[in-house]
């Protein structure tokens, strides 16, 4: 039997409140919905920040409502604060994702609260949850794990001791986000055996970027000391909006033909994946799409982790099957 990860598609949350234009809600649910076909079984959807701050999220709980028809679909949605996970377990989301920075300057600059405040938001989160919505998962992403554009290093010890806080706040999993793109595979490695010590199964996803083509690297990194859960965007699209220069998810299509040309299960077909990018780009047109399995297609030889082969080995950027 083949080993197994998950993958959680963060594109329609990560990736449209990074671009400039907003995707118009029925192209949202058209594109989750695809994606949802290609076999991913959690997709971030949208986060519940004011829309005076991001526009492209104004319309997040419609776009649940849409996503909670789909079978089988952990639907999550980032929260700030406990204001947006009080909205967001209001408009039935299965998960909260709950960023915490590790660089005390990006969580100031990102949320205008020091770690120390985040972790007692995240306490009055879960006490919240546990009155109101108590099968709602919360996950914690510890933001500027491997780095920050505006502090610099930030040391291992920090995000260990941030950890241990949140999981003690009652977090269920607590991930570590390469935010900036600033992390290294031996680096990911180490930092995600010493989270493990110390916090154990509630060490949570893997948020790898791309900035200097070290996602999917840093990713079998992870994968190579534990880590079952994988956060990436189709077509790359994503960064942070306070992390100046830090652009790109991993690449979800890229993602999946690695794990897959390994002999590890994904659940995703790659040829459906990639013509859900069509359904992406009617909603962003114009907007660039990263990955490189697209552009190459699957290649004559490749085979699924559960022996299956392609339909069509040709399939290629355009995203459209012959
Ligand atoms: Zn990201």
């Known amino acids: 039997m083949p080993s197994h990860v998950s993958i959680s598609e963060v594109g329609p949350r990560d990736g449209l409140q990074s671009v400039k234009a907003t995707m118009p809600t029925a192209h949202k649910c058209a594109w989750i919905t695809a994606l949802h076909a290609a076999g991913l079984r959690e997709i971030e959807v949208g986060s519940f920040v004011p829309a005076r701050l991001l526009p492209q999220m104004a319309d997040v709980a419609e776009v649940i409502r849409h996503a909670l028809t789909l079978p089988g679909l952990t639907v999550m949605a980032l929260v700030p604060n406990l204001r947006g996970a009080e909205a967001a377990m209001a408009a039935g989301v299965h998960r909260i994702a709950l960023p915490v920075s590790a660089s005390e300057a990006h969580s100031l600059a990102n949320v205008r609260k020091t770690r120390e405040q985040m972790v007692d938001e995240v306490r009055r989160i879960v006490a919240r949850r546990d009155a109101l919505a108590p099968g709602v998962g919360i996950e914690a992403g510890v933001s500027t794990a491997f780095g920050c554009t505006l502090q610099g290093t930030v040391a291992e010890d920090d995000v260990l001791r941030l950890a241990a806080d949140l999981a003690r706040a009652g977090a269920d999993e607590i991930g570590l986000s390469d935010t900036t793109g600033m992390a290294n595979p031996a680096q990911v490695r180490r930092l995600f055996q010493r989270v493990r010590a110390e916090i154990g199964e509630r ?120």
């Open 203 to 322: 060490t949570g996803a893997a948020h790898m970027h791309n900035t200097r083509g070290l996602g999917l690297a840093n990713c079998l990194a992870a994968y190579d000391v534990g880590v079952r859960t994988f956060d990436s965007s189709q077509g790359g699209l994503g960064g942070c909006p306070y992390a100046p220069g830090a652009s790109g998810n991993v690449v979800t299509e890229d993602l999946v033909y690695m794990f897959e040309s390994m002999g590890v299960s994904t659940g995703i077909d790659l040829e459906t994946l990639m013509a859900a990018r069509a359904a992406l780009q009617a909603g962003l047109p114009g907007e660039p799409l990263y990955g490189m399995t697209p552009d190459a297609g699957l290649g004559r030889d490749f085979v699924y982790a559960d022996g299956r082969t392609p339909r069509d080995g040709r399939l290629g950027a355009a995203g459209t099957a012959a």
